[in-house]
């Protein structure tokens, strides 16, 4: 038998989806459930999950093993939140008030709010300022039970500026219990040095910023913003054709205000992801589905910008796309970290059972990230990525909206209790 180096005992209900890859149509909200489970891991990596009962018999507990009570919560695996934007400098608060006075969120970013508001205090703050910022998000992230997260650039908007924000994301993430994933965000808007030079700040992307974020490892994808106020869907391609070409994967910001034909552009170029999709076509979900393209959903962001658009659900899972469920936290248009609401917004707006939300949110969101391997489920072999929630079931995630509370989060075989 194994010996090991924690267990966790005292879970009413233990609910994971299964396996290395996205679920997706009829079997996506197909999760494994044990109610009085228990959970052992050596090192790193899980090597029991099943009934208390057969624990015993299964691995060695001896005087140095951790035992963690689960006091009767439910255990899920840990949050995998497939879209970020964490390094930034500055809050836009009052952008939010003048939205609820009428503004959209259009207007405010064609008179240079917006993004490039964001920009300007991103640029003057220092890499230690911005990794301090880093550090104290991934901080409360795992407090809220998100043990991978996907964290993109994109407020800088120039070669140094850029650097200095996936720098600032690779030093927060030395030594940290959450696993990040990098994404090179510079096409996101064109900065107004460059509103005169669209094609110059295109070029500088692809002969300039590309190279080198590949080169120095620094990204694991290339993301890019397709809309009226950003990038086209012919220069997205361009942008993200190059970023394939220097072996990084793809993502998009696809049809988020309305119908770009992203969708389609995310699933020529074999993307990762398309991120948003409230106004995507049937022709781009389709696309979509045949190219095994994930789509992301932001249902806090739709519903924070008071959108009367709906995210499309039950469209992606009906037509076959692996459906993620992610935060899309950012100073402007999502200002939340919790996965928990974005959860709840995925099933009161946008048509999922509480089940398929959370395999959108855990093992279909490390498939999108290349992480289905190792994270997503509690299954042998996996890296311990354990959330224990103060609930019953896991069906109070949302049924309780707002109540529920992670009293303990296991992070790559590390002992976190936010709560003690």
């Known amino acids: ?36 489970a228990a959970i052992a891991v050596q090192g790193d990596e899980i090597v029991f999950v099943g009934p208390r009962e ?16 689960a006091g009767g919560g439910t255990a899920l695996p840990g949050w995998v939140d497939a879209h970020t934007h964490l390094p930034f400098s500055g809050w836009r608060e009052k952008e939010f008030d003048e939205r609820l006075r009428g503004a959209t969120y259009s207007d405010i970013a064609a008179r240079g709010g917006g993004i490039l508001s964001t920009v300007r205090r ?34 800088g908007l120039s070669p140094r500026d850029e650097v200095k924000q996936l720098e600032a994301l690779r030093e927060a993430a030395q030594d940290h219990p959450a696993d990040v994933v990098p994404t090179f965000l510079g096409a996101h808007t064109v900065p107004i040095e460059h509103r005169e030079n669209r094609e110059g700040y295109v070029r500088l992307l692809i002969d300039e910023m590309l190279p080198e974020v590949a080169a120095n490892k620094m990204a694991e994808y290339a993301d890019a913003f397709i809309d009226a106020n950003a990038f086209s869907a012919d220069e997205a391609r361009r942008v993200l054709g190059r970023a394939r070409e220097l072996d990084l994967g793809v993502r998009v910001h696809a049809d988020q205000l309305a119908d770009d034909g992203a969708a389609l552009v995310a699933a020529e170029l074999g993307a990762a992801s398309a991120d ?88 279909n969101a490390a498939h999108s990230l290349g992480r289905a391997d190792r ?14 929630h103060a609930m019953p079931n896991r069906y109070h995630l949302v049924y309780r909206m707002g109540q529920t509370r992670v009293d303990t989060v296991i992070a790559g075989g590390k002992l976190i209790r936010p709560n003690a």
Do not use: W
């Open 1 to 36: 038998m194994t010996d090991v180096d924690l267990v966790v005992v005292n879970i009413a209900q233990l609910a994971t989806p299964l396996g290395s890859t996205a679920l997706t149509g009829a079997d996506h909200g197909k999760l494994r459930v044990i109610e009085d």
């Open 54 to 69: 057969a624990l015993a018999a299964s691995v060695l507990v001896g005087p140095e093993t951790v035992h963690v009570d």
């Open 122 to 155: 991103t640029r003057e703050a220092s890499l230690p300022e911005l990794r301090r910022h880093v550090r104290e998000r991934l901080d409360h992230l795992l407090e809220l039970g998100t043990t991978t997260v996907e964290a993109k650039s994109g407020y």
């Open 276 to 363: 948003h999709l409230e106004f995507a076509s049937p022709e781009g979900i389709e696309a979509m589905a045949r190219a095994g393209t994930c789509g992301v959903l932001l249902p806090a962001a739709t519903f924070f910008l008071m959108m009367d658009a709906r995210p499309p659900g039950r469209r992606l899972i009906d037509a076959g796309v692996p459906v993620v469920v992610a935060t899309d936290f950012n100073p402007g248009s999502c200002p939340t970290d919790s996965m928990a609401l974005s959860i709840c917004f995925a099933c009161l707006t946008a048509g999922l059972s509480v089940d398929e939300a959370i395999a959108g949110a855990t093992l």
């Open 375 to 388: 994270t997503g489920s509690l299954e042998l072999g996996k890296r311990a990525d354990i959330a224990i």
